[in-house]
């Protein structure tokens, strides 16, 4: 980590000049803000705030474009190829939903295959659940290893001509545990499935380099919801 000052910036955020001995802990559920996006929000609320993509008044044409610039920047930060990547929802509940509501019974038939792991949060269980009872699709739930590490060969062996989906978390909240993404992917791939990962805790802790190889069907649902935005 050379260079890394966690003093500087820990003055990013406002809330510890305010409370000098705090320490919070609770990031993965709720992240405290920094200045800039303070600082970015109280301006934009002031200057600029109006319907988005509704409106053809300068307030409405202004607040478009900021609300475009915004995708633009995650775009770059996670490195996709084209900003009609990027879908903006409230969670990852709600994009995981969102793609097994969509794609999922549009795509999932009868004696289909869902993989996940037994790391998953809720967000990424429950949504598959649903949705194989709702199609007659079977859920495969790949195991840990005696260690609570994820069992790559364990995933492999479930993997089968009937796989569709391989859902995996890239972080476990429960144990921290990280999952090889790229080989998952590579694998699911070589199997003719889609690979949904849920990047919640990741994105938080470090640039995605290979976003492509990660989100796969998050670019497919992007071109379904083209529709939908505008
Ligand atoms: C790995 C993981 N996935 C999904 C979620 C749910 O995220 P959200 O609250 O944005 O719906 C969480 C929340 O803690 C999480 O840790």
């Not at 995708?71 to 903006?88: M, P, Q, Y």
């Not at 859920?139 to 089968?160: H, I, K, N």
């Not at 990962?197 to 976003?211: K, M, N, Y």
């Amino acid at each position: 980590m050379g260079g890394f000052d966690p003093r500087q910036l820990r003055r990013e955020f406002p809330i510890f000049e305010r409370n000098p001995g705090l320490v919070f802990l609770d990031s993965g559920a709720s992240a405290q803000k920094p200045r800039q996006v303070i600082d970015g929000l109280a301006e934009f609320y002031r200057n600029d705030y109006a319907n988005v993509h509704r409106g053809v008044y300068q307030l409405s044409a202004r607040s478009t474009d900021r609300f475009e610039e915004a995708r633009e920047t995650v775009r770059a930060f996670l490195n996709a190829a084209d900003e009609r990547e990027i879908v903006f929802v409230r969670g990852a509940t709600e994009a995981i939903n969102l793609v097994a509501q969509s794609w999922g019974p549009a795509h999932l038939k009868p004696g289909d295959e869902v993989v996940i792991s037994d790391l998953e949060h809720h967000s990424n269980l429950v949504p598959w659940q649903m949705l194989c009872e709702r199609v007659g699709a079977r859920l495969v739930v790949a195991p840990t290893d005696a260690t609570g590490e994820f069992d790559l060969a364990q995933f492999e062996s479930l993997l089968s001509p009937c796989t569709r989906l391989v859902a995996v978390t890239h972080i476990s909240n429960v144990t921290g545990a990280l999952l090889p993404v790229a080989r998952i992917v590579e694998l699911a791939h070589a199997r003719g499935a889609l690979v949904l990962i849920d990047g919640f805790l990741r994105e938080v802790v470090e640039t995605v380099d290979d976003f492509a190889t990660r989100v796969h069907l998050l670019r497919r649902l992007a071109g379904r919801l083209g529709n939908l935005e505008e």
